[in-house]
């Protein structure tokens, strides 16, 4: 397995942005699919978007369609999550995950990272 690091977890106030970033260590191939999932205490772990690197194409989560964007970082081994307009409900650690599956669920998805938590409140 390939490890993932996620970085850019922090503390921030409601209707605040926040960027999170995921660099795996090596080059990450066209077939892959990269994403970002969340758990928050007490529940199950969540789809929040995903990118098929090669085709650039992304899918989200309704709750946080229109609010979050998922892109490759600055440099080719990273993916980057920009979060905007945080609510309560974003609250959670973040997880960057590694695929081949065009897919939201975790099963599909074989390296993870450690998790990087998001707090969202006043």
């Known amino acids: 397995q390939v490890p993932l690091v996620e970085t850019g977890g922090r503390w921030v106030r409601p209707g605040e942005s926040l960027r999170l970033s995921c660099e795996q260590s090596?080059?990450?191939?066209?077939?892959?699919?990269m994403a970002w999932f969340r758990q928050a205490p007490g529940k199950a772990r969540e789809f929040v978007a995903n990118l098929r690197w090669g085709r650039q194409s992304t899918d989200y989560a309704d709750s946080v369609k229109g609010r979050f964007i998922i892109s490759r970082g600055s440099a080719p081994n990273m993916v980057d999550l920009q979060m905007s307009d945080l609510k309560p409900e974003d609250t959670g650690v973040y997880y960057c995950a590694r695929g081949t599956d065009y897919s939201r669920s975790p099963s599909d998805f074989r390296s993870w990272g450690q998790g990087t938590q998001v707090t969202v409140s006043t």
């Open positions: 090596g080059r990450i191939y066209s077939s892959a699919v």
